[in-house]
């Protein structure tokens, strides 16, 4: 099985910045799990629903990202939507659940 961590270079940018403004998730959702396989050529292992779900390894390497690109300023940029997203990484509630 591939971890996202070995895949994280060249992932597709709208992906990483999804998994940064989404840490609460252990699921990575079938339209990003397509993306990723597109960027990277390589398949990763899925639910019957096309979900890939994030080993201990992969969402301890997702803290790591969080917190260094929260470190830089930059982990809650606007999404490609324009929704409106938490430009306070601090107030996010979905982090402090991931890091416990």
């Known amino acids: ?9 060249r992932l597709d940018p709208v992906v990483q910045q999804w998994l940064l403004r989404n840490p609460g998730t252990g699921v990575l959702p079938r339209t990003q799990v397509n993306r990723v396989e597109k960027a990277t050529g390589h398949a990763l292992s899925v639910d019957e629903h096309g979900e890939h779900w994030f080993s201990l390894a992969d969402l301890v390497f997702l803290k790591a990202r969080r917190h260094a690109a929260s470190s830089r300023g930059n982990a809650f940029q606007p999404d490609p939507d324009g929704r409106m997203t938490d430009a306070d990484p601090g107030s996010n509630p979905y982090e402090e659940a991931l890091d416990r």
């Open 1 to 9: 099985m591939t971890s996202i961590s070995a895949l994280w270079t």
